[in-house]
């Protein structure tokens, strides 16, 4: 996001938040039938790896290769796997908590759309293990109006691991 | 008895893969782990890198041959050199990024600087601090013996036994059909994650264990994935020799992949090659130790259905922590919609987020965990290996090794564990005195060894 991106309304700002906080527990209380109906129909959700290279290097992360590369369908066919009941890496599920923060707001390409950057802090755990995972990550989000309400079209996850500390990504970021 | 002497001794009297018996402390055993990196990792031909990696002078890219840290180099020489990422100086760690180029290497605590073949060639300050008391041609990054299949690097660190294309022996038969159908590339850098599990586990899994997915993987049967929970069994279990085997799931229908492709697998394998390559659905393995492929079952992308091919490696990172690394395989010279569609298809099945990985490393955790409770106790908790034992074999298969009719089988598992067991007890050459010669600062020459 640029520096000098033009501010949004406060009133934006706001609805964009309550967006990303909503989104956040719709994920958090297992409701993903009710999170993919936050994603437009053309959404492209993906999280490239991230490597670790010298300061001079022109980029640490990589759009040759996603831990996450997904459209509707494929976030679908996820989703639909986890309510088998053959779905072992998140049953029981994990217990997780989205923390989402450093909201910024910016126009987006589009009228009705938002460039949206935000933080995220993932806390994982499970079973009876007393230890937990962390993911932080930068999200690059492009929210879309669509018949009055915003919809999530694009997501990017800056993964901030070179060797990611979880087992699986049986959950979404 | 020293303790690595008694454990010694009870993997002697415990672990027998003929009868399908391996107890389970070997799974996470301290001592275990400490004799796998000095008699497998510091011996066995061990997988580092892909050649599309370091296609170019002075690319490189960081890996691990046990937990030792390596550079895979291509030098200025255009000769692909692994050698340890240690410097001769105070052992400080001489490249620290995962990947880039260079024309040499500069060990950040004193300078002392290698160049792309590990030469040393630069000491700071050099006549203040030396005088003339050092001879650079003499220093050199310690290297190891390297080899190549079908664009497969592999390291060793044991420069006077078998040769790698010895060591992989029939195994090459079938490593064709993953990675030399053609000339092959690998997209982007690997992904990593890090599992609580032994190595161990996930490469047997691999090697053996299509009995599995029926039951693990029986939610891509509920979603029409697959055909049905039993889509693991039809096909042939492959004992491969030196601990090396696959499965390779058959189907009877057409080809999984698409005509474009198939001249280049024409011109590269056999007739017979080609007709198992065509009937293929899936196809899964393991180079002992730690190397792990998988031509994997095909899923819908945007209305074909496709299939991607995935290398692993199970990189120790102690007694119960696996450092899992792993590729997407493409046909280098595929039209791009195949590219893409392959490495779509490989990150919805396989990998960190694969719809059949996630449920392996839930798994692969709990047996671990499970084995390190067992430590505790004073009898030998005996795991059943037996499924297959006594099966015939097939007289008329056209690859090599012991080939068996139908995938739910654990020869492959014993095989791994029977050369995993003759690794451990092998007897240990003579340890060269502190100042002995085994270990020299300057190399004789760099072994390309290609």
Redesign the interface.
């Given at each position: 996001m640029p520096d000098d991106a033009a501010p949004v309304s406060g009133e934006l700002y706001l609805a964009v938040c309550h967006f990303l906080y909503h989104e956040a527990e719709l994920l958090d209380s297992h409701r993903l039938d009710e999170w993919l109906a936050l994603l437009t129909d053309d959404v492209v959700y993906q999280m490239p790896v991230r490597v670790t290279r010298e300061r001079g290097a022109p980029s640490d992360v990589s759009y040759d290769m996603y831990y996450f590369d997904e459209t509707l369908a494929t976030l679908r066919t996820r989703i639909a796997r986890l309510k088998t009941d053959f779905a072992w890496a998140e049953d029981p599920p994990s217990r997780t908590r989205h923390c989402v923060s450093n909201v910024r707001v910016a126009p987006g390409a589009g009228p009705d759309e938002l460039a949206v950057h935000s933080y995220l802090l993932l806390y994982r755990n499970r079973g009876d293990d007393p230890g937990h995972d962390l993911l932080s990550a930068e999200r690059h989000d492009v929210l879309r109006r669509v018949d009055g309400a915003w919809r999530l079209a694009r997501r990017c996850i800056i993964l901030d691991q070179a060797n990611l500390g979880t087992r699986n990504l049986a959950i979404f970021l | 008895m020293s303790e690595r002497e008694a454990v010694l001794e009870r993997l002697r009297a415990t672990v027998q893969p003929e009868a399908g018996r391996i107890p389970a402390f070997i799974y996470t055993n301290p001592t275990v782990y400490a004799l796998e990196l000095e008699r497998i990792f510091q011996r066995a031909w061990l997988f580092v890198a892909h050649e599309s990696e370091v296609p170019a002078r002075g690319d490189y890219v960081t890996r691990y041959m046990g937990e030792q840290p390596v550079i895979v180099s291509r030098g200025e020489d255009g000769v692909v050199r692994v050698m340890l990422n240690v410097c001769r100086h105070r052992a400080m760690r001489v490249v620290?990024?995962?990947?880039?180029n260079a024309a040499h290497f500069r060990c950040p605590y004193h300078g002392f600087t290698y160049a792309s073949t590990g030469q040393l060639t630069g000491v700071p300050f050099q006549r203040e601090a030396y005088g003339d008391g050092l001879d650079r041609s003499q220093i050199c990054l310690l290297q190891a013996r390297v080899g190549s299949y079908r664009g497969l690097i592999f390291a060793t660190w044991d420069h006077a036994g078998e040769s790698l294309d010895e060591y992989l022996g029939g195994m090459r038969w079938y490593l064709d059909l993953v990675a030399g159908r053609g000339p092959m590339e690998v997209?982007?850098?690997?992904?990593?994650?890090?599992?609580?599990s032994t190595w161990k586990l996930p490469a047997e899994n691999f090697v053996s264990d299509a009995y599995h997915t029926a039951?693990?993987?029986?939610?891509?049967a509920?979603?029409d994935?697959v055909a049905s929970t039993g889509f693991g069994q039809a096909g042939y279990h492959v004992t491969a020799g030196h601990g090396h085997g696959l499965g390779i799931g058959i189907q009877h229908e057409r080809s999984m992949y698409p005509p474009e492709l198939h001249p280049a697998y024409e011109r590269t394998l056999t007739p017979d090659q080609l007709r198992i390559l065509h009937q293929v659905k899936n196809l899964h393995g393991t180079v002992f130790p730690n190397l792990s492929f998988l031509i994997a079952s095909p899923?819908p992308v945007d209305g074909r259905w496709v299939s991607g091919t995935t290398l692993r490696l199970w990189q120790p990172r102690g007694p119960n922590q696996v450092?899992i690394l792993s590729w997407?395989l493409v046909e280098q010279e595929a039209p791009d919609w195949w590219k893409t569609a392959s490495?779509?298809s490989y990150?919805?099945t396989f990998?960190?987020?694969g719809?059949f990985?996630?449920?392996d490393?839930?798994?692969w955790?709990a047996q671990t965990r499970a084995s390190d409770a067992l430590q505790a106790r004073d009898d030998d908790f005996v795991l059943n290996y037996e499924m297959g034992l006594g099966r015939p074999s097939l007289a008329d298969f056209p690859g090599p090794g012991v080939v068996y009719e139908g995938k739910f089988n654990e020869a492959n598992a014993r095989a791994f564990y029977r050369q995993w067991l003759d690794y451990l007890l092998a007897e240990q050459p003579e340890r060269p005195g502190a100042n002995g010669a085994a270990a020299p600062l300057a190399e004789a020459a760099a072994r390309p060894g290609r």
């Open positions: - | 620290r990024a995962d990947a880039g997209l982007g850098p690997p992904q990593k994650w890090t599992v609580p039951y693990t993987h029986a939610s891509l509920k979603l994935i899923v450092e997407c490495r779509t990150i919805q990998g960190t987020s719809i990985e996630q449920d490393t839930e798994n955790e």
